[in-house]
Nanobody
Framework: QVQLVEFGGGLVQPGGSLRLSCAAF????????MGWFRQPPGKEREFVAG????????YYADSVKERFTISKDFTKNTVYLQMNSLKFDETAIYYC????????????????????WGQGTQVTVSS
């Protein structure tokens, strides 16, 4: 069973950048499709970005396209979320998630498809 630990949250000004990391332990990293979700204060958890188990396919929420990039580093068993041009309303707890899949190219975009979750990391966009 894989365990996930997120790093890299913090305070950033509007228009700034931040890179989140999610390290995976206890599983074979290349077996898992990965995703990032976020939960703003008082709102439901929402999809941000997903990547296939082989890292070859990625999918983004419309609101983050062209600004966020998800990637996998198989040497470090880590998935990253590079976030650029951050906005006030992107303040949220950001969660990493994993799902084991046989298909190498599948990208998952709903929370119920992911059985494994990290503890979350706070991102605050404020001036």
């Amino acid at each position: 069973q894989v365990q996930l630990v997120e790093f890299g949250g913090g305070l950033v000004q509007p228009g700034g950048s931040l890179r989140l990391s999610c390290a995976a332990f206890g599983g074979i990293f290349s077996w898992y499709a990965m995703g990032w979700f976020r939960q703003p204060p008082g709102k439901e958890r929402e999809f941000v970005a997903g990547i296939s188990r082989n890292g070859g396919s990625a999918y983004y929420a419309d609101s983050v396209k062209e600004r966020f990039t998800i990637s996998k580093d198989f040497t470090k068993n880590t998935v990253y979320l590079q976030m650029n041009s951050l906005k006030f309303d992107e303040t949220a707890i950001y969660y990493c998630a994993a799902a084991r899949r046989d298909s190498t190219g599948v990208v998952l975009d709903t929370p119920t498809e992911y059985p494994y979750w990290g503890q979350g990391t706070q991102v605050t966009v404020s001036s």
